[in-house]
Structure formats: C-alpha cells, structure tokens
C-alpha cells in the first residue's frame, strides 16, 4: 500500500508563490513517474503536470506552462509544484499521484493511469 501525502497549499495574493510537496511511503518511487492534478470548486479534477522516474522529463498543462515547476528528490521520496505568478484561477485541490506501472510516461492525463492519490491540499489565490 501507498500513502502520498501532500503538503503546502495555503491563502496566497494574485501574483505570488507556493510550493507544494508530495511525500510517499509504503514503496520507493525512484521507478514511477508521479504527477499532480488539480480540482477547482464545480469542476473535474484536470492534470497540471507530470515528472518521470528520473526527472528528465517533465509534462505541463497549458494552463500552468511557464509558472509550475515540477521536481522530485527521489532521496526523499517526495515530489514538489513550485507555483509561481498564482492566479485567482488556480484556486483548487492539488493531489498528487503516482503511476501504475513502473516507467510510464503514455497518457499523462489519464486518471486511469495512476495507482494511489494523496488526499489534496487546499490552495487559494485572492485576486
């Protein structure tokens, strides 16, 4: 079994940062990609972005291109969201998760595609 554990949302203004941190116990992660999505209130829960075993490789939503970092500390076990220039539309539930199958990349987006989510964290941007 798995347990990810996110950490760092919080009240932010238009314009500022967060960085969001995923912690996983219960299996090593140096062998998944691992992502995090994201649900805004009255809407589906939508992929914000993505980071392989290795970190070579990082995917993004449109949405978030340009102002999200995705990186991961496999030492650590734990994946971050470095969230730069927030908008009040990035106000949502951030949930990691990680992939099903060791060394995956195929349909990021999928929810299908993951084994385990955390259970979110809350963050809110005042406009």
């Known amino acids: 079994q798995v347990q990810l554990v996110e950490s760092g949302g919080g009240l932010v203004q238009a314009g500022g940062s967060l960085r969001l941190s995923c912690v996983a116990s219960?299996?090593?992660?140096?062998?998944?990609?691992l992502a995090w999505f994201r649900q805004a209130p009255g809407k589906e829960r939508e992929f914000a972005a993505l980071?392989?075993?290795?970190?070579?490789?990082?995917l993004y939503a449109d949405s978030v291109k340009g102002r999200f970092t995705i990186s991961r500390d496999n030492a650590k076990n734990t994946i971050y969201l470095q969230m730069n220039s927030l908008k009040p539309e990035d106000t949502a539930v951030y949930y990691c998760?990680?992939?099903?199958?060791?060394?995956?990349?195929?349909?990021?987006?999928?929810?299908?595609?993951?084994?385990?989510w955390g259970q979110g964290t809350q963050v809110t941007v005042s406009s």
């Open positions: 219960g299996r090593t992660i140096t062998d998944y990609a």
């Open positions: 998760a990680i992939r099903s199958g060791v060394f995956t990349l195929n349909q990021p987006s999928a929810e299908s595609k993951y084994a385990y």
């Open positions: 980071i392989s075993w290795s970190g070579a490789t990082t």
